[in-house]
């Protein structure tokens, strides 16, 4: 006996989505498949290497890499606590000169009769 052919596609293993609702993983069932992933990430990965020299090659390329980053950061860092160094000196500056000013007032004031202050 032969089997009778079946005219519908196979199903689809459906992964188990846990939620806290049913109708959650009933949506799940009526999504269609998504569109395959494009973009720079997703682009053919060069083949393996084939030899111990090739992938020696490799890890220095990408330590090269690194250290090249690090010292970009690093570098960057040291500007940026430059920078606020800078900052905080102006900062105190104008801190201080206002704090003259604020004194030299308070002075005047105390000089100057009660009712022309008012």
């Given amino acids: 006996m032969s089997q009778p052919e079946n005219n519908e596609p196979p199903k689809r293993v459906r992964l188990v989505a846990y939620s806290d609702s049913e109708s959650e993983a009933e949506a799940d069932d009526d999504t269609a ?3 395959p992933a494009t ?3 997703t682009q053919p990965q060069p083949p393996p290497p084939e030899t111990e020299n090739e992938l020696a090659q490799i890890v220095i390329r990408l330590q090269e890499k690194y250290i090249h ?17 800078d900052w905080k ?14 004194e030299a ?14």
């Fill in 39 to 41: 973009g720079p990430d």
């Fill in 33 to 35: 498949d998504p569109e």
């Fill in 89 to 102: 000196g102006a900062i105190e500056d104008r801190l201080r000169m206002e704090l003259k000013i604020l």
């Fill in 105 to 118: 007032l308070v002075k005047v004031s105390r000089r100057l009769p009660l009712p022309e202050v008012l």
């Fill in 69 to 85: 980053e690090y010292e970009n950061l690093e570098s960057r860092q040291d500007d940026m606590a430059r920078q606020l160094e």
